[in-house]
């Protein structure tokens, strides 16, 4: 059974930075395209980054582009997304998923298997 399970999430200041995890079960990272998405309230969900770790080719979201990136712990099967420069706009419930795509794919519908969620609120 594959379970992705993201953790980091809180509330920080605007210009500060975060680092949110997902751990994996069931399934190695490296196999996948693997992306993160977010959904603030009241509005839809809406991609960030994705990355095809067989030749890292990442693919970002205007908004968070110089500003996130995604990293990969293959020890710990875990997957990164380092976040600075946070402003009030990146408040959200951040998801990580995992496409059989391969290259990184902006389609949320491309992906087959999410995480919960975890809440990350910035603060003036």
């Known amino acids: 059974q594959v379970r992705l399970v993201e953790s980091g999430g809180r509330l920080v200041q605007a210009g500060g930075s975060l680092r949110l995890s997902c751990a994996a079960s069931g399934l190695t990272f490296g196999t996948y395209v693997t992306g993160w998405f977010r959904q603030a309230p009241g509005k839809e969900r809406e991609f960030v980054i994705a990355?095809?770790?067989?030749?890292?080719?990442?693919a970002y979201a205007d908004s968070v582009k110089g500003r996130f990136t995604i990293s990969r712990d293959n020890a710990k099967n875990t997957v990164y997304l380092q976040m600075n420069s946070l402003n009030l706009e990146d408040t959200a419930v951040y998801y990580c998923a995992t496409s059989w795509k391969t290259t990184p794919t902006t389609q949320s519908a491309q992906y087959h298997y999410w995480g919960q969620g975890t809440q990350v609120t910035v603060s003036s």
């Open positions: 990355i095809s770790w067989s030749d890292l080719n990442t």
